[in-house]
């Protein structure tokens, strides 16, 4: 099998080999159980066994405080745009959240909280997503059930480089695309979740780690797989779980701890982020990334290619993203909604992988400048 091809994609996005390829020998008879993980009953003590050490791998790798539970459930980032605010909305009794929306994902799910409560912005919606307005002109809500953000912005870059300061309002973080790639403090959040497609291994499972005093507020209407207590007191199995996603997920784990955790990762990232950005800066305009260089996020870049007269060159663009495919550099056109190129760097991404896509760059504009 060849695995040539270089993925930059922004989820599903690329799983490192070693792990893949572990799954591959467990495909057939999982640790000579004779079955698949596929076929195993999600309350057997093998699968028991397989979601206990994902979890144990996890808090290993995040330093989870012990008063944080970890479910892992189902519904994607957008299950949880309403999971957040069924179980939240009712931790004070204004019944209202606090959202900070900084590109399209906070505002889905600020949009979705709508239907469960009342939503107030901290700052007015803004026409492009370029910056994070300076936390001194945020209008928090003191009576606020929560203050709800999104860590990095997948479709535009912006990534925030600090923890808002909520003066004990509980903080809730969508860090869907770059949860795991760099040491957090876990117990600045209230909750933290993450869809699994990104840096957490393939798409159908959903981690929430949430601090245990915020369980149990979840509106009657709050469907039972959604519901924080109901989940936890089940320990994420109150049904059948997405087994398979679980299973990989452990197995990402397990490769993070080996390659030295967030810490190894967070250097990694750093470094793979700065060849990017290099290029781009010493690229006269050649490309161009529009987000603050405060709020560069280090997992998803936007960029757009000028002509020589400054122009935005779609075009030129298109024939990037060909050129770069023939090359086996997929996955590098940007989101439909603002266009241009993204360049998505996760963490199985490695530094010669993304030499390749420097060293294609340079060539690139040479031959276009
Ligand atoms: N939040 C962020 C930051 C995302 O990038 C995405 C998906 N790309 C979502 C939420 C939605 O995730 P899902 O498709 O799993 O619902």
Not at 124 to 141: A, E, F, G, Q, V
């Amino acid at each position: 099998a060849s695995r040539k091809i270089i993925n930059f994609s922004p989820g599903p996005a690329k799983i490192p080999e070693q792990v893949l390829e572990r799954a591959q020998k467990e495909l057939l008879s999982y640790q000579n159980t004779g079955i698949s993980v596929m076929e195993m009953s999600h309350r057997s003590a093998d699968f028991v066994k397989i979601i206990s050490h994902a979890e144990n791998t996890l808090r290993e790798l995040l330093h989870i405080p012990d008063d944080y539970q970890v479910l892992f459930l189902p519904g994607g980032g957008s299950g949880q745009f309403a999971g957040i605010a069924m179980n939240l909305m009712g931790l004070k009794e204004s019944r209202c959240a606090d959202y900070v929306i900084t590109g399209t994902w906070s505002a889905k799910a600020a949009k979705e909280a709508e239907k469960y409560g009342k939503v107030h912005l901290v700052f007015p919606k803004r026409d492009k997503y370029h910056d994070i307005p300076d936390m001194s002109t945020w209008k928090l809500n003191p009576d606020a059930s929560y203050v709800h953000y999104c860590a990095n912005e997948t479709v535009h870059g912006v990534e925030f480089e600090f923890i808002p300061e909520t003066n004990g309002v509980p903080l809730v973080c969508d860090m869907s695309s770059n949860i795991l790639s760099r040491p957090v403090d876990i117990s600045k959040f209230g909750v933290i979740y993450a869809g699994a497609q990104k840096n957490i291994g393939c798409a159908g499972v959903t981690l929430v780690i949430i601090r245990q005093d915020l369980i149990g507020y979840d509106m009657p209407e709050c469907p039972s797989i959604l519901s924080y207590k109901v989940q936890a007191g089940n320990n994420s199995v109150y049904n059948t779980p997405p087994t398979y996603s679980i299973y990989i997920m452990g197995l990402v784990f397990d490769w993070l701890v080996e390659q030295g955790g967030c810490e190894a990762m967070a250097k990694r990232n750093l470094e793979k982020v700065k060849l990017l950005y290099d290029l781009i800066d010493a690229s006269k305009g050649f490309y161009h990334a529009p987000v603050h260089h405060t709020c560069r996020s280090r997992m998803n870049t936007h960029l757009r290619i000028s002509s020589a007269d400054g122009a935005v060159d779609e075009k030129l663009e298109k024939e990037f993203i060909d050129e770069a495919a023939k090359k086996g550099m997929i996955q590098l056109k940007g989101h439909r909604s603002i266009g241009g190129l993204r360049i998505s760097l996760y963490n199985a991404i490695n530094v010669d992988e993304v030499r390749t896509l420097i060293d294609f760059m340079r060539e690139f504009q040479e031959k276009h400048q």
